[in-house]
């Protein structure tokens, strides 16, 4: 199975904002590509921007099983907030003490193509509010303050070739 280039910042898909999936059919090889990079990268998460197709996709890792989400809405938020290190695909060797609602629920599409309530805590409540921004052009590093986020972006556009 292919394994799919992981994009980095800055490039320009990973702030743009993602399209809506139509039916399960049009990303199912995508998701199969997606899941496969996952695990041989070792990660718990990825979006389909990071991999350079702007679609409301992402798979995240759950013990040893993959899962596959499309148009996810969140639609509660804990008012309780808990801060983790998080890190990204997109942003090698950063971390970043990001603060998030502790509990969310969220309606999404799965694999089957079936519309479902989610609820998640903990790391998972992480990871799938950390893959919904993907979704929707916000990254890791908008949760610096401003004078590092512009450092992170020189430095990340001198050293790496900006693809689009
Ligand atoms: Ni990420």
Not at 20 to 43: C, Q
Not at 46 to 63: E, I, R, Y
């Amino acid at each position: 199975m292919e394994k799919l280039e992981i994009k980095t910042y800055p490039n320009r898909i990973l702030r743009k904002k993602a399209e809506k999936v139509n039916n399960v059919e049009e990303v199912e090889e995508l998701i199969d590509k997606m899941k496969n990079t996952l695990e041989e990268v070792n990660g718990i998460g990825l979006a389909a921007p990071q991999v350079g197709v702007s679609k409301q996709v992402f798979v995240v890792k759950d013990g040893h099983h993959y899962y596959a989400f499309m148009n996810p809405e969140i639609v509660e938020k804990s008012e309780e907030t808990t801060k983790t290190q998080e890190g990204c695909l997109s942003f090698p060797g950063l971390w970043v003490d990001v603060d998030r609602p502790k509990k969310v629920k969220l309606k999404a599409l799965t694999e089957d193509g079936e519309r479902m309530l989610l609820e998640a805590d903990g790391v998972g409540a992480v990871v799938f509010q950390h893959e919904i921004d993907h979704l929707f052009g916000n990254l890791l590093i908008d949760k610096l303050p401003f004078s590092k986020k512009i450092k992170i972006y020189f430095k990340n556009l001198f050293n790496e070739k900006r693809a689009d």
